[in-house]
């Protein structure tokens, strides 16, 4: 890959750019810059995200200039150490199909597997949370099988519920909150990725990985009327 | 003494609104806040804030106010038609409002974000370090009629209430504009018709501000395009080729291309425009730009300078005749007097 732009984004950020189109190596080396500056912050440095391609890096101008920051984002990416595999994992109940996945069948038919099938590709795969967006928590999951290029529905469905699971272009869109959507709706989890009230507000992180085991809806129905935001998920951590 | 705004009515789209929650871009969250934010630094200025704090933010609408504990106040933003206890009030001015008296507010004619800040600040209940209502989030107050909102005492009741020349930004006009990282994406020709286009303001919320013009429409390529950070100021160009100016509340990642920027400064003009008020956009480089909009830490600084002493005008003195205004009259011999 080669070296990352560099770009003004307003008169606070730069944005360092390692693709325009979607590209798994981009999408990983925009999370290592992002851990590599929060774990050690350039000076002037006030905010640090991971994007699908690129990573956003803020800076207080009253301590810094864009120049410096430029200078020294530079000198991070010639120099950036391979940092420790701190990967977070996440196992993630799931009911699919029914009322809370109706376009299963669809997705299904799409990929060219039976409904069975898809699934237990889907559970059987460690997706990566790719980036977190659209709405508070909310995780891009990734990525699947070519067989999983789904375009969006040419039609928006008014309203899924927090917690659905969805899919389109090889990606999975777990739901924050209740949402129209145009990616077709495989399942529903019980985990609810932003809990503004709780003591821990954002459950995922980008890079963390993320695995659904199938359970049934009267489960996952429990588990919603239990109100944990972990909906029943158990995560595993280094350290 | 602390003490309560009592809403005894209130229009649509009230909402508690302070700086917002800067630092959550990683995880998705908007930073929101004051959708314009120098109507609060204004008002930190009249009320000798070291800060801005927590307000009310009116959208287009009025409302009907009273605190159990006397405060000074301070009404910034778009001007609105204001009256104690039926008295016209000053706008861009602060004021002692005294439990008992009825504030009333209504919309005047131009803006569209009112401010009514207390000096204490509004101390509503905090989520993720703010008080700012970010509804697509579910955070923050939204404010309705029979709400009693809590405030911080006064520390200075008697601090001598204090005025603003009143900035024009509530009436359209130019918006400064920065490139950004997908400004390349637009074609010369796109680009120099943006910047010659006489836009109007069009339909706008807290999230965006969309802007109407009588040509064709832009020609965008976002095929296979990778969504990318966005941020309040960006000149989104949708898949119809129509412009949208992000502001406060607008989402984090967002699939459109975006022209540019609009420099931190003028952001308030943007969200100030009334539907069909004229806006056009222009380019300036980026050290021009770091000149012209200094960082917002550094605004209270530049807007105390500004305050003057309120006087009353003596267009709004009903009691004219009641003043005593020959004797205030000096001979100028009088000093050792």
């Not at chain 1, 109940?93 to 996945?101: H, I, S, T």
């Not at chain 2, 908007?30 to 000798?48: C, N, P, V």
């Not at chain 2, 504030?103 to 803006?111: F, N, Q, T, V």
Request: charged share 20%; net charge neutral.
């Amino acid at each position: 890959m080669s070296l990352p732009e560099i770009l003004p984004l307003g008169l606070d950020a730069l944005l360092v750019r390692f693709s325009t189109t979607w590209s798994e190596a981009a999408n990983t080396a925009a999370q290592r810059l992002a851990a590599a500056l929060s774990a050690d912050p350039l000076p002037g440095q006030t905010e640090v995200a991971p994007g699908l391609g690129s990573a956003l890096l803020r800076f207080d101008r009253l301590k810094t200039t864009r120049a410096a920051i430029v200078g020294a984002v530079r000198d991070r990416l010639d120099h950036a150490a391979a940092p420790e595999d701190a990967a977070r994992h996440w196992l993630v109940p799931a009911c699919f199909g029914g009322v809370e996945g109706p376009q299963l069948a669809a997705a299904a038919a799409l990929a060219g597997r039976s409904e069975t099938t898809l699934i237990s590709e889907l559970c059987a795969t460690n997706l990566r949370v790719l980036a977190l967006g659209f709405a508070p928590g909310q995780p891009y999951l990734g990525t699947l099988p070519d067989h999983w290029q789904m375009p969006r529905l040419p039609a928006l469905t008014p309203r899924v519920a927090a917690g659905t699971i969805t899919t389109a272009l090889c990606q999975i869109v777990l739901f924050a909150a209740p949402s129209p959507t145009g990616w077709r709706a495989l399942g529903r989890t019980a985990f609810r990725p932003f809990a503004a009230e709780a003591a821990e507000p954002f459950l995922l992180r980008p890079g963390d990985f993320l695995r659904f085991t199938p359970t049934s809806a009267e489960n996952i129905a429990m588990l919603i009327e239990k109100g944990d935001p972990l909906g029943g998920a158990i995560r595993s951590f280094p350290k | 003494m602390t003490g309560y705004l009592e809403v005894i009515s209130a229009g649509p789209g009230i909402s508690v609104q302070d700086l917002g929650r800067p630092g959550y871009t990683a995880f998705g969250l908007s930073t929101g806040g004051a959708a314009d934010r120098r109507a609060l630094w204004e008002a930190a200025a009249l009320l000798g804030q070291s800060g801005p704090q927590a307000a009310l933010e009116l959208p287009l609408t009025g409302g009907r106010f009273r605190v159990t504990a006397p405060s000074r106040i301070a009404l910034t933003g778009a001007p609105m038609q204001a009256s104690r206890d039926g008295k016209p009030l000053i706008w861009n001015a602060s004021h002692l409002l005294a439990p008992g008296e009825c504030l009333d507010l209504r919309p005047g004619e131009s803006g569209v974000y009112g401010y009514l800040s207390l000096a204490g600040g509004l101390l509503t209940p905090e989520t993720l370090g703010a008080r700012a209502t970010l509804a697509a989030a579910g955070l923050g107050t939204p404010v309705h009629a029979g709400l009693r909102l809590p405030f911080g005492a006064d520390p200075a009741p008697d601090a001598a209430p204090q005025h603003l020349p009143p900035e024009d930004r509530f009436t359209g006009g130019a918006l400064r504009v920065i490139a950004g990282p997908q400004t390349a994406l637009f074609d010369t020709e796109t680009r120099t018709r943006a910047f010659a286009t006489r836009f109007r303001a069009g339909p706008a919320s807290r999230q965006g501000l969309a802007l109407l013009q009588d040509g064709a429409a832009f020609a965008t390529e976002t095929s296979g395009l990778l969504s990318d950070f966005i941020g309040p100021g960006d000149i989104q160009m949708t898949g119809t080729g129509q412009a949208v100016v992000l502001l406060a509340d607008c989402q984090t990642i967002g699939g459109y291309p975006r022209l540019g920027t609009v420099i931190p400064l003028d952001l308030p003009r943007a969200a100030q425009a009334r539907p069909g008020t004229a806006l056009r956009l222009v380019e300036i480089p980026l050290d021009a730009a770091e000149t012209a909009s200094p960082p917002e830490a550094l605004w209270l600084a530049q807007i105390r300078r500004l305050l003057r002493p309120l006087t009353r005008d003596p267009r709004d003195m009903t009691d004219l005749l009641a003043y005593q205004l020959i004797s205030g009259m000096i001979r100028g011999d009088e000093e050792d007097a």
